[in-house]
T-cell receptor
Framework: TAGITQAPTSQILAAGRSMTLRCTQD?????MYWYRQDLGLGLRLIHY???????GKGEVPDGYSVSRANTDDFPLTLASAVPSQTSVYFCASSSWNHNEQFFGPGTRLTVL | KQEVTQIPAALSVPEGENLVLNCSFT??????LQWFRQDPGKGLTSLLLIQSSQREQTSGRLNASLDKSSGRSTLYIAASQPGDSATYLCAVRSGNQFYFGTGTSLTVIP
């Protein structure tokens, strides 16, 4: 199985433009998560979804939005990108009863 | 707010040595703690998950312990190999939030 896929692998974006990072999992996990990883700060949770149709805010949600229309997909949207959103973004998923998180390969985003 | 600390930030050991990585957290009200490995430019690979009711988990040469009351976890790696070189991260779940440490960068010298 593919596990978790993310697209694109990397992207350079002009400030003020919008962008959607895609995440798809094929493990039928209930919960999905978006993190950003920055040097010296580690991984920080942006948004999460415990089940299709529900979402919640993580530690650093401002400037980002998510949706969870179905079990498999959990896109992350930057409506108007700013340079401080330059980061590596990771999507993850877990099952409700076990809670072990599995991560995708990441998207490297540069906002200029 | 939960804070997770990993010490040391970097560690170099000769091949074959046993080693311990440390993870501490400030709020003992956690659901679980998970250890990950991250290779440069890659995603995170899950190593071990310890539920809050458990004291330890083992997988091959890896053993993770959890002392919830003192806010500590250790990852023990036996007979280290050069292929173990990577950054090791711990994460705790508190409610619906997950908090990560900044990792320990391990280099195993052949």
């Amino acid at each position: 199985t593919a596990g978790i896929t993310q697209a694109p692998t990397s992207q350079i974006l002009a400030a003020g433009r919008s962008m959607t990072l895609r995440c798809t999992q094929d493990m039928r996990h209930n919960a999905m998560y978006w993190y950003r990883q920055d040097l010296g700060l580690g991984l920080r949770l942006i948004h999460y979804s415990n089940t299709a149709g529900t979402t919640g805010k993580g530690e650093v949600p401002d400037g980002y939005s998510v949706s969870r229309a179905n079990t498999d997909d959990f896109p992350l949207t930057l409506a108007s990108a700013v340079p401080s959103q330059t980061s590596v973004y990771f999507c993850a998923s877990s099952s409700w009863n076990h809670n072990e998180q599995f991560f995708g390969p990441g998207t490297r985003l540069t906002v200029l | 707010k939960q804070e997770v600390t990993q010490i040391p930030a970097a560690l170099s050991v000769p091949e074959g040595e046993n080693l311990v990585l440390n993870c501490s957290f400030t709020d003992s009200a956690i659901y679980n703690l998970q250890w990950f490995r991250q290779d440069p430019g890659k995603g995170l690979t899950s190593l071990l998950l310890i539920q809050s009711s458990q004291r330890e988990q083992t997988s091959g040469r890896l053993n993770a312990s959890l002392d919830k009351s003192s806010g500590r976890s250790t990852l023990y790696i036996a007979a280290s190999q050069p292929g173990d070189s990577a950054t090791y991260l711990c994460a705790v779940r508190s409610g619906n939030q997950f908090y990560f440490g900044t990792g320990t960068s391990l280099t195993v010298i052949p």
